[in-house]
């Protein structure tokens, strides 16, 4: 079964970091472009930083400066380094990408989400 896998969340004080990991698993040929999400109670889901196949990123403005997304392409895995956390980044974070994997007698592609991880900022 080809799946996102996120892990890294936890609790941690205002000012604190953590860094998560999104491992692709299931016969994987290459992870393409990916993302990180974020949802907090009550609110839409919404972009924290994307990167490219070619390793081009993109961030959203509240998290300028203070995230990081990477890729491993060995290890079919993204990470997020979060750092100078603030409770407002306090969400279940989910892992998105766009992945080629084996199926059959061909490669396929397809699109998947991660089970989604919690952060929490708080003193």
């Known amino acids: 079964q080809v799946q996102l896998v996120e892990s890294g969340g936890g609790l941690v004080q205002p000012g604190g970091s953590l860094r998560l990991s999104c491992a692709a698993s299931g016969n994987i040929v290459s992870i393409n472009a990916m993302g990180w999400y974020r949802q907090a109670p009550g609110k839409e889901r919404e972009l924290v930083a994307g990167i490219t196949s070619g390793g081009s990123t993109n961030y959203a403005d509240f998290v300028k400066g203070r995230f990081t997304i990477s890729r491993d392409n060995a290890k079919n895995t993204v990470y997020l380094q979060m750092n100078s956390l603030k409770p407002e980044d306090t969400a279940v974070y989910y892992c998105?990408?766009?992945?080629?994997?084996?199926?059959?007698?061909?490669?396929?592609?397809?699109?998947?989400w991660g089970q989604g991880t919690q952060v929490t900022v708080s003193s």
């Open positions: 998105n990408g766009d992945l080629t994997y084996r199926c059959s007698v061909a490669y396929c592609t397809g699109n998947r």
